[in-house]
């Protein structure tokens, strides 16, 4: 099983960006898909997005479309999230995920590995 270590959070003002990494361990990154995670005091763990084996293909929900970008690496073992124009409301932990199947990113949230969270603040 990979595993997964996040990094980035932080405080940051509305309208400003911030980007987090996750390094995976290992030497098959390649063939995991991946994805990012929130979780605000009180509420589910949503998506945020969500890359391929190959970053061909990727996932943004409504919330944060246009304004998050996610990639990787895999020379690096690394999956990036670019935060843009971000609100209070983005406020939460965010964590890694790493799955066998891109669909498994978006449709069983039991399956494959969790980082364990970095805290993102944005103030108004």
């Known amino acids: 099983q990979v595993q997964l270590v996040e990094s980035g959070g932080g405080l940051v003002q509305a309208g400003g960006s911030l980007r987090l990494s996750c390094a995976a361990s290992?030497?098959?990154?390649?063939?995991?898909?991946m994805g990012w995670f929130r979780q605000a005091p009180g509420k589910e763990r949503d998506i945020v997005a969500a890359?391929?084996?190959?970053?061909?293909?990727?996932f943004y929900p409504d919330s944060v479309k246009g304004r998050f970008t996610i990639s990787r690496d895999n020379a690096k073992n690394t999956v990036y999230l670019q935060m843009n124009s971000l609100k209070p409301e983005d406020t939460a932990v965010y964590y890694c995920r790493a799955a066998q199947e891109f669909r498994e990113i978006l449709l069983s949230p039991n399956l494959g590995s969790w980082g364990q969270g970095t805290q993102v603040t944005v103030s108004s």
């Open positions: 890359i391929s084996k190959r970053g061909a293909s990727t």
């Open positions: 290992g030497r098959t990154f390649s063939s995991y898909a």
